[in-house]
């Protein structure tokens, strides 16, 4: 069964996508070199929670799913979807789906929108504590996230029903950033070109299938119920901020 599992998982270019990940259980994962070798590197180690590699019963060195320092016992990252995070310098999401449930209420010549307050703290992290900038992307104009993107200080925003490539490409000749270095974060058919695009591709939980399909990671939660900040969180531990982050806000 654990030989089955391991040629599975080395098919699938993207390992952490697909499914709930709170499905996809502790399978294992084949070794790196310097796991085998056990020369990895200690930084590496502390990042990864890294353990001595295991043998299958058909005599593949295999190692249990390394989780971040500092995430749940349950949630682990392959050592690609680590390398993808370390290069992100511009966090890219669309609105509705994402940093909202996809809720919209209409009436009285108003709209508004339910945001999620540490959806926003994150992204405040990510600017200020780690360098990388912001910028959400829709297809749908609206004031309430105008109000919201100002209120976040968001570098970047744009809304038009035109093609979301177009306008990241132009963001992306502004601050030269290549796409490899840009997460997207996207739901709905909209956000497929993009996520495509994405040196590393995000979908919340309830995204439709064909955008869980490219991402490279699916989040635990929902769309609206905190899924950026566990992109953001990602990006956090990932380039070496959590840590310290968690030291600055206990003291």
Same mark, same amino acid.
């Given at each position: 069964?654990?030989?089955?599992? *391991?040629?599975? %998982?080395?098919?699938?270019?993207? /390992?952490?996508?697909?499914?709930? /990940? ?15 070798? #056990? ?5 590496? %180690? ?12 058909? #005599? +593949? ?11 749940? /016992? ?10 993808? @995070? ?8 669309? $609105? ?7 809720? $919209? +209420? ?7 929108? *339910?945001?999620? +307050? ?16 912001? #910028?959400?992307?829709? @297809? %749908? /104009? ?31 000749? &502004? ?31 309830? @995204?439709? &299938? &064909? @955008? ?5 990671? $699916?989040?635990?939660?929902?769309? #609206?119920?905190?899924? *950026?900040? &566990? ?21």
């Amino acid at each position: 069964l654990v030989f089955r599992r *391991v040629l599975s %998982r080395s098919r699938d270019p993207h /390992p952490d996508r697909g499914a709930h /990940p709170m499905a996809r259980g502790p399978d294992p994962t084949p070794c790196l070199e310097s796991e085998r070798a #056990g020369d990895a590197d200690p930084a590496e %180690r502390a990042l990864t929670g890294w353990r001595d590699s295991q043998r299958s019963p058909a #005599g +593949i060195p295999v190692c249990p799913a390394r989780p971040i320092a500092g995430s749940s /016992p349950r949630m682990s990252f392959s050592e690609d979807l680590i390398a993808r @995070a370390r290069r992100v310098r511009l966090f890219i999401c669309d $609105v509705d789906g994402v940093l909202t449930d996809a809720t $919209v +209420i209409m009436g009285g010549g108003a709209e508004t929108k *339910v945001f999620h +307050i540490r959806d926003g703290l994150g992204l405040r992290l990510l600017q200020t504590e780690a360098s990388i900038r912001v #910028g959400w992307v829709s @297809a %749908r /104009p609206s004031e309430a996230t105008i109000q919201r993107a100002q209120d976040l200080k968001v570098d970047f925003l744009h809304q038009s029903s035109g093609p979301k490539v177009a306008a990241i490409e132009g963001w992306l000749q &502004e601050t030269r950033i290549d796409w490899s270095e840009v997460l997207y974060m996207g739901d709905d058919w909209v956000d497929l070109a993009a996520l495509k695009r994405a040196g590393l591709a995000i979908a919340p939980a309830d @995204a439709i &299938e &064909e @955008a869980r399909r490219i991402a490279h990671w $699916v989040t635990h939660k929902p769309g #609206g119920h905190g899924a *950026v900040r &566990e992109a953001v969180d990602l990006l956090l531990k990932a380039q070496g901020h959590w840590d310290r982050l968690v030291e600055k806000f206990a003291s």
